[in-house]
């Protein structure tokens, strides 16, 4: 007798991430704790005292607190390098170390399922970081808006717009020699430009023009408009378009390299 | 019907020709084998066959379905044994077979009592919450096999089951093997160890650089390839001269009287391997040639594969 057609799914692909997850949740949720209290404590307080008695930074941060400046940054900065964390040596891993992607699709479970279900594991997991940054936030006192809420989503979608298209590229790759470099020269650069420690405006004009095209000045934007609850206006639902189409475009770019590799 | 049949099957990978239009059918029950040489085709044989890599010519049928259209269902019947390993090195022994299990959508229930049957068939039991990492290379590919059983699947593909374990390993994996084939699971196993085909495979194809040079069971192929016996004649000479005394022996009138003393002559740097039907009557001629040691024994797989693929190394 032949067993029922079984109805392949993402799904099935994200228990086993959550499997390994809850390996090592703790960890995991330690590190998301304690990366925004040093943070904020070393930046938001320390460098903060000193930027928020210079007179007249006041008018540059937007009227806001330094921390309360920082801190909605750092936190769509840091769901982008937890982003790409997972989508750099564990998607590697997937086809070349560990092959749970082979393994994987030696079952029913077809190319888009192992994708979709990584894609929504690394979701998950900087959704769930990005929660735990806001919690460290409102303890530090940087929340100023109950729109806040919904900030860590905004800063999970920013970090999908750099972690998808990384999978894609990493799908392409034969070993982990160019992941230093992409960390050391595509995304720390993104990290200090894009408008997280200091308005984009006091950059070059050109500088500033390039940070308009990063996910993450995009990210930053909404993050900072959503916790301290000014600057809410039409103009975030074009960060947030922009933020989707990249991670479509992400999606569709991983499509076409997760096939290639794993049907080869 | 068959349950796999493929007809002119073909590989290319870019101006490589893989697999070189390979015809074969496999029947329910059956452990069917393809032997060959690294590089002979293999393992990209059997990705088609485990739907996991398009056929560039030619047609494959498993289960009567096409797997470039039906990949998905056909894989909903397979369990699939790779070459490598990929087991995940940080989940349990359980907890592997658990999540692959999940990959089919079994329910939790009924994996729950697969992995306790598993555990004990592949004999893990006592290892069933430890580690994946520090478990020895047959335990892990035992572990392997029964996560490929873990959908109860029609056919089971093997690439390679053995290689790469110590001999006692080996056995126990055969043993595990035999068991499942008296179950009545087709098996489609790839191998170049001659004595894993000769145990296990009822039929099998030799491979060489993408074609199928030969195809039988183990005995067919060594009747039909090899004699009934070798004598293997060493020296601490020079082997040339030996062999070519052995030659004028064969050809003496008095060995020709009695039929065909042997079949063919090879040169080894050590030692001559006579192919003969009839091992004790050479030997007993043996006398005057001048010689070290003599060994009789009977012929196997592995100079039916030595005749058909060459002795030279293929990289």
Wanted: aromatic share 8%; with cysteine; hydrophobic share 45%.
């Amino acid at each position: 007798m032949a067993p029922a057609a079984v109805i392949p799914r993402p799904k099935l692909a994200v228990e086993y991430w959550l499997l390994t997850y809850r390996r090592n949740w703790k960890g995991s949720l330690l590190t998301s704790f304690l990366s925004p209290i040093l943070f904020l404590a070393a930046m938001g307080l320390g460098l903060g005292s000193l930027v928020d008695a210079e007179v007249g930074s006041g008018r540059d941060l937007g009227g806001l607190d330094y921390l309360d400046f920082l801190a909605p940054g750092l936190l769509a900065g840091n769901a982008m390098m937890l982003a790409v964390n997972e989508s750099t040596y564990p998607v590697l891993g997937g086809f070349k170390w560990y092959r749970t992607y082979m393994a994987m699709a030696a079952s029913p479970l077809r190319g888009r399922d192992i994708l979709l279900g990584h894609f929504t594991y690394m979701a998950f997991r900087v959704t769930l970081a990005s929660f735990v940054f806001l919690g460290v936030m409102a303890a530090f006192g940087a929340v100023s808006s109950p729109l806040a809420v919904l900030a860590p989503i905004c800063a999970a979608l920013c970090g999908m717009a750099f972690a998808t298209p990384t999978a894609a590229f990493v799908a392409t790759r034969i070993n982990a020699d160019n992941f230093s470099t992409y960390t050391r020269f595509v995304i720390m650069p993104m990290f200090l430009f894009s408008g997280i420690f200091y308005p984009v405006s006091q950059l070059p004009v050109v500088l500033e023009q390039i940070a308009w095209l990063t996910p993450v000045w995009h990210g930053v934007r909404l993050c900072r408009a959503l916790s301290t609850g000014s600057g809410v206006s039409w103009e975030l639902a074009g960060h947030l378009a922009y933020l989707v189409a990249l991670i479509l475009v992400g999606t569709l770019l991983a499509g076409k390299s997760y096939t290639r590799r794993l049907y080869e | 019907m068959s349950l796999i049949a493929a007809w002119g099957l073909t590989k290319q990978f870019g101006g490589f020709t893989a697999v070189d239009g390979i015809d074969f059918e496999v029947e329910r029950g059956e452990v069917f084998g393809f032997l060959g040489p690294n590089g002979a085709g293999k393992s990209s044989t059997m990705r088609m066959i485990g739907c996991v890599s398009d056929p560039t010519g030619g047609a494959l049928r498993i289960m009567g379905m096409d797997p470039s259209r039906e990949g998905t269902k056909i894989r909903t019947r397979l369990g699939v044994v790779p070459q490598q390993d990929n087991l995940d090195e940080e989940l349990s022994v359980a907890e592997n077979l658990y999540v692959y299990g999940r990959y089919f959508d079994l329910p939790r229930s009924l994996l729950r009592s697969r992995t306790a049957e598993l555990l004990d068939f592949v004999q893990l039991t006592e290892r069933a919450n430890d580690h994946v990492e520090p478990l020895s290379g047959g335990m892990k590919r035992r572990l392997t096999i029964a996560r490929a059983l873990i959908s109860e699947p029609e056919v089971l593909l093997l690439d390679e089951p053995t290689t790469g374990l110590d001999p006692q390993a080996r056995h126990v994996v055969w043993e595990r093997l035999w068991t499942l084939k008296r179950r009545g699971v087709t098996q489609v196993l790839t191998t170049h160890y001659m004595d894993e085909a000769e145990q296990l495979c009822d039929r099998l194809v030799v491979m060489d650089r993408g074609k199928i040079v030969a195809e039988g069971s183990p005995r067919q192929l060594i009747e039909r390839y090899s004699t009934r016996e070798v004598v293997e004649v060493r020296t601490h000479g020079q082997v040339t001269v030996m062999a070519d005394a052995l030659r004028r022996l064969g050809e003496s009138p008095e060995a020709q009287a009695r039929d065909e003393l042997y079949e063919r002559v090879e040169e080894l740097p050590d030692r001559v391997l006579l192919y003969t039907d009839h091992g004790e009557r050479l030997v007993a001629l043996l006398g005057e040639v001048e010689h070290e040691s003599v060994l009789v024994r009977r012929s196997t797989l592995e100079d039916v594969f030595l005749h058909l693929t060459g002795r030279s190394l293929v990289d």
